[in-house]
Every structure is written in structure tokens, then in C-alpha cells.
């Protein structure tokens, strides 16, 4: 339930719809935006500020409404989620220009403190899961994206996937994001003539698929599969991906790399 401009007077339910009975009521809050329930009753709530304040609170909440444990925050909570056994729970926050901003945060609910605090590995997640052992500890956090699969991390906050995450990337979800990864990745690794050979596959498949609009991401393509062709000796196909990419956006970057190869032309 929303409450009135900087009044407390917002409320959140805990209802158990199978005994259709409320088992908790909490009051005196903000702006309740959304919350996430464990199998036990324990519970987490995000509590947004009004108007242009990036700021919230993630509460949580045992099944009797008393509280456990609360994190302010100067920017807004994109997401989180709780753990089925109702000890663990995680939370994103959303771009703001302050040391809250772009977090990925792991609570442990029973100590009552943060297990780690980082900025995500993959951006936002769509979704979330937490594997825990007989005891009752968290082995890892995965991180789900819809489009291109799950990642994990260990509790400390290590991310154990990079190259199952730049793979993905690669080879999975829309045109626009792989060739944006494939960008990244042939940056990142600029003299790797496997990687690039690679790249120049990944670029074809996506370019193809990219409808007839998006001139922008095909630019791009273009100049790193340009780019990826000279590393692994193709000088007349690299010329050919940066003369298109300059036809589609002339600010492109590669002017000065297309006249030097149209010069080394025989």
C-alpha cells in the first residue's frame, strides 16, 4: 500500500492464503514498493522515497513482523529477493551518482550484517537463487538472467563465472548485446588472434540477425569484425567491414585504418 508524500503512513501485509489469515501487518512506512517471502514467513520489503530523493530501505521482517534487519540506501532498489530457509537475501540497486549506487549486496539475516557488497559481474539480474548446504550455509548466489543464463557467485562475493558469463554474452540473447560484448571482449584482449577468430564468427551470426534499423549496432559490428580480420591476416575482408561501417556511420573511428589498408593494396 503506498502512503501520501512524506508521510509514514504506508503498510505491507503478510497474508497466508492458505489459512486465509493476516500474520503480519507492518506500518509506518514510506512508500512500499515491493518485497520477497521465504518458506518460513521471514520476509524483506523495499521502502522507496518520493520524488526525485534516490533513497529506500530494504527491511526485513521476521513471520510475526518484528524486525531484523534494515539498510538505507541513497538510490533505488532495482530488485531482491530472499532465500527459501529465510536467512539470506540479496539486493540491486539502480544507477545513482553516490556510493550506493550499481550494488549488488548478500545479507545473512540471522547475523545481521552484509556478506558481501560489490558491483555486479553482469549488470542487473532478472532473477535470483541460493544454494545452501545441510547446514544451512550458502554454498553460492546465482544470479539469473533471462537471455543468457546463470551465474554464480561464492559467498564472499567472488564471481566463479567469467568465461561461462563472456561466452554467453557472446552467443546468446539479442544481436545488439553480443556484438556489444564482442566489442568489449576484443578490446579487452586486443592481440588474441584465437579470440578474434572467434569474434569474426560471433559477428557474422549477429549482423544477421540485426534488422534493417539498427544501422547503429551494425556500424559497430562492422569495425570490430574489420578489426578482428586484419589480427588474423585478412586485410581485404577487413577493408571491406570498415568501407560498410564508414558508409553506415562515418564517425565510426576506422577512416584512418581504411585509407592505410586501401593504400597497402596492391
Given at each position: ?196 577468430q572467434e569474434l569474426i564468427a560471433v ?64
Open positions: 500500500m503506498n502512503a501520501r508524500l512524506d508521510e509514514l503512513d504506508g503498510s505491507a501485509v503478510l497474508v497466508d492464503y492458505l489459512e486465509d489469515r493476516i500474520l503480519a501487518r507492518l506500518t509506518g512506512l514510506y512508500r512500499p514498493m515491493d518485497a520477497a517471502v521465504a518458506d518460513d514467513g521471514t520476509f524483506v520489503v523495499n521502502d522507496a522515497n518520493f520524488g526525485n530523493r534516490l533513497s529506500a530501505e530494504v527491511q526485513a521482517f521476521d513471520v510475526k513482523g518484528r524486525k531484523l534487519f534494515g539498510r538505507k540506501y541513497k538510490a533505488n532498489v532495482f530488485n531482491l529477493a530472499i532465500s527459501k530457509c529465510g536467512r539470506y537475501a540479496v539486493v540491486q540497486t539502480a544507477n545513482a551518482d553516490n556510493q550506493d549506487g550499481h550494488l549488488l549486496e548478500l545479507f545473512d539475516l540471522q547475523a545481521g550484517g552484509p556478506m558481501f557488497s560489490r558491483t555486479p559481474a553482469t549488470g542487473w539480474a532478472d532473477q535470483y537463487s541460493f544454494v545452501v548446504d545441510d547446514r544451512g550455509n550458502l554454498k553460492h548466489l546465482t544470479v539469473v538472467h533471462n537471455d543468457i543464463g546463470r551465474f554464480n557467485y561464492s559467498p564472499e562475493g567472488e564471481f566463479l563465472e567469467a568465461a561461462a558469463y563472456q561466452n554467453a554474452r557472446l552467443k546468446k540473447g539479442a544481436p545488439e548485446m553480443r556484438i556489444y560484448a564482442a566489442k568489449e571482449a576484443q578490446k579487452a584482449d586486443p592481440e588474441n588472434h584465437q579470440l578474434a559477428l557474422d551470426a549477429a549482423l544477421g540477425e540485426l534488422t534493417i534499423d539498427r544501422t547503429d549496432y551494425r556500424a559497430i559490428g562492422l569495425r570490430v569484425k574489420g578489426e578482428a580480420m586484419e589480427l588474423t591476416g585478412r586485410p581485404g575482408d577487413a577493408l571491406a567491414a570498415y568501407a560498410e561501417a564508414v558508409k553506415l556511420n562515418p564517425k565510426i573511428g576506422v577512416a584512418k585504418r581504411l585509407a592505410a589498408l586501401k593504400k597497402g593494396m596492391p
